[in-house]
């Protein structure tokens, strides 16, 4: 039983396609944006809603990372979007708990850029995953 339950799993993972993979990561990417640009509505002290928000960029850059892409260019994408929600977690961190008005400013003017990058990114994801399968 427990072997023939490996080899479905062995097989389910092997079928997967460039498509789902790329799904999965631009799945994960939306869902995260949605989720930040909803926390101002939030009623929620400044402080609070960075962290939350560091702490939502942590366990996303997480998710990304165990994602494990087989696929070269694909890894590569998906590890650029992980370290920059980590990079945007040590930002929003910086933003809640920083007393310092010179890395309060660098933190908010990085995830600024951060912003662009990610949307660069993501358009390359949509882009590769676009392309046929060569």
Known sequence: MALSF???LVRWASSETKSDRCNRLIYISNRTSQAVQKLPAENLQPADRFTKAADLLERVAQEM??????????LDLQQQLSTLYRQDSTHNRTLAQSQNAK????AAEQIQIDSVTQRNLVQA?????QAPDA
Do not use: E, I
């Not at 890395?103 to 660098?106: E, G, N």
């Not at 994801?125 to 995953?129: A, G, I, S």
């Open 6 to 8: 490996v080899l479905l």
């Open 65 to 74: 990372q165990d994602l494990k892409p087989t696929d070269s260019k694909l």
């Open 103 to 106: 890395a309060v400013r660098t």
């Open 125 to 129: 994801v949509n882009t590769y995953c």
